[in-house]
């Protein structure tokens, strides 16, 4: 799960519906997002709208083309691989700082993580188990107590969103992926940061495959947004 923040703010709450919209795939790859359509969906006057649409361009999700407007991102595979590659880094960083950083607090929260996992698994409930992927990845970035490499993550983090489920959808996957979390959780309670990274690493580039794998077999660039999540 993302960091949990307090929205108070109508641009907030604007910013993080339309993010959520546009990570679940409620709005296609190439969509163009129009303020008016918005105020009306959301019930809101144009102003949040707008400056919310501006940290979505920021993010990443979405792209403004001049005196035309703005639409939602379509990935390539070209992306993916440098979404995955930043991941590598990011999150090997909070790797290798983490024996030096690992607190009472932050194991529990880690075995917390792999007991939600395991039970969200073992339900078949794939929305749960995605929201506890993406909580522990972005543990496993913050280990690193590095406030940059943080904010830097969280941009990575906000594109990656669009495909958190798609490198789940076989059953051979989905277990491999719990075995993997599993293996990265003890190893970095132990102290094992070599196994922890290797682990981790391979985790990360098997997603990143088995996106472009299905990406190539449906024959385009752009997931499907029925089906965008990791």
Known sequence: MAKVRKVTTIREQVYQILRDEI??????????LQELELTEHLNVSRSP????L??????????????KGVYVKEFTVR?????????????????????ENMTSTRLE?????????????DAGDL?????CDEELHE???RLGDNSLVNDTYERVRSMNQQFRVLSLMSQRRFTESLDEHRTIIHALATGDVKTADIVNRRHLELACNTVKESLARKGQETPPAAEAGI
């Not at 501006?54 to 979405?62: A, P, T």
């Not at 929305?127 to 929201?131: D, G, K």
């Open 139 to 141: 543990r496993i970035v």
């Open 127 to 131: 929305e749960a188990y995605t929201r």
């Open 23 to 32: 990570c679940r795939g409620d709005y296609p790859a190439g969509y163009r």
């Open 54 to 67: 501006r940290q979505l361009v920021s993010d990443g999700l979405l792209i403004e083309v001049p005196n």
């Open 49 to 52: 709208v707008r400056e919310a």
């Open 79 to 99: 992306d993916i691989q440098e979404i995955f590659d930043m991941r590598v880094m990011l999150e090997g960083y909070g790797i290798y700082h983490s024996k």
């Open 109 to 121: 929260r880690l075995l917390e993580i792999l007991r939600r996992l395991e039970e969200s698994y």
